[in-house]
């Protein structure tokens, strides 16, 4: 059962990052289905990994292109992408320490950021990265 759907709703219209970020929705339905199966704690370190690989690989294409346009409002969206690597480092830790209900709150965080990073600060830049190549 897919607990989060890709739609147009979402996407940002930059075919780069929406492609990225149907990989972060990807993440939380495996994560979704190994909790639905009692397998959390068997893939929670490879949505863990897979969360880190992605961060560098997702959050260095949206930096590489707000330094070559010279986005405005760089500095505050880098700030939130510390925000994210911070949060992650610390499930990672909390994971390591063996933290019971340590899906739950990997799924909460992701399902937050969509919300509030993907859905609203990543909107803000759309209209300024229009017939830019991203990627």
Known sequence: MVLYEWTEKIAVGITTIDDQHKKLI??????NEAMRERKATEVIGKVLQELTDYTVYHFGNEERAFQKYQYPDTAAHLAAHKVFVDKLNEL????????????????????????NHILKTDRQYVPFFQGKEIG
């Open 26 to 31: 990807s993440l939380i339905n495996d994560l």
């Open 92 to 115: 990672i830790e909390n994971n390591k320490k063996g933290q019971l209900g340590i899906s739950i709150s990997v799924l909460d965080f992701l399902m937050d950021w969509i919300s």
